[in-house]
């Protein structure tokens, strides 16, 4: 269960993600909105680190790669961002699979490629 923290930190996830689609629309790639919304979260002091490194362990062995999660927020939620036409299912095995691999609960798979951002946006709980 999020704590109430999370809930804000969601609530402004979803704010900067609302900022960014009404500001450009769809169309674009998905570095052009990475940024925007990065931009957003920090227009809000939300603290955020993009392309964060998650260390690799598999079989108990630390492995010498990294997986880099778009945005995490706060340390906590995940967020994944798409500019695509759809979203699939598996960009929804993609997150869950990147929460269990971070030892997080909540992430946000966000597609900017939609006509109406609600449309393009998932929470996900693990």
């Known amino acids: 269960m999020p704590t109430q923290h999370e809930e804000e930190l969601a609530t402004a996830i979803v704010q900067c993600a609302y900022a ?3 500001n450009l629309g769809p169309g674009l790639l998905e570095g052009v909105y990475e940024r925007c919304f990065r ?3 920090e227009k809000r002091r939300v603290p955020y680190e993009k392309q964060f490194p998650v260390p690799l362990v598999y079989d108990g062995v630390k492995l010498p790669w990294k997986l880099r999660l778009d945005v995490l927020v706060d340390k906590r939620i995940v967020c994944e961002l798409k500019a695509v036409e759809a979203l699939i299912p598996l960009f929804v095995s993609q997150i869950l699979t990147q929460l269990k691999i971070a030892g997080l609960h909540l992430g946000f798979l966000i597609n900017f490629n939609v006509p109406v951002i609600k449309e393009g946006i998932r929470r996900l709980i693990r």
């Open 20 to 22: 960014v689609h009404s």
């Open 39 to 41: 931009y957003e979260l």
